[in-house]
Nanobody, 127 residues
Framework: QVQLVESGGGSVQAGGSLVLSCAVS????????MAWFRQAPGKQREGVAS????????YYAHSGKGRFTISQDIAKNTMYLEMISLKPEDTGAYYC????????????????????WGQGTQVTVSS
């Protein structure tokens, strides 16, 4: 079993910043790809960014390029998402996800590929 616990969400004004964390525990040895997804009310869950464990490869959705940075601290079994210049459209529940296959450029954003999910942390950006 793999457990993912997100933290760091909150309410900020437009232009503000937040750092989300995802702590991973359990059988982590077979996790190769981790990602952040978000879901706004009434919308589908969408991929925000992904990172391959132990590698430098990262992928970002167009909406977050230049504003979001995904990173990992393997020693702490934690993944991060640093978000700056936040916009109201960034509002939503943010989830971390993990998968035993390395992230791939053509499918990292497909939520159905991920086996493990956290409970989510809410991000609210006001204008």
């Amino acid at each position: 079993q793999v457990q993912l616990v997100e933290s760091g969400g909150g309410s900020v004004q437009a232009g503000g910043s937040l750092v989300l964390s995802c702590a991973v525990s359990g059988y982590t040895y077979n996790i190769k790809c981790m990602a952040w997804f978000r879901q706004a009310p009434g919308k589908q869950r969408e991929g925000v960014a992904s990172i391959s464990i132990g590698r430098d490869s990262t992928y970002y959705a167009h909406s977050g390029k230049g504003r979001f940075t995904i990173s990992q601290d393997i020693a702490k079994n934690t993944m991060y998402l640093e978000m700056i210049s936040l916009k109201p459209e960034d509002t939503g529940a943010y989830y971390c996800a993990a998968d035993p296959a390395y992230c791939a450029t053509d499918n990292w954003y497909l939520s159905r590929l991920y086996n493990h999910w956290g409970q989510g942390t809410q991000v609210t950006v006001s204008s």
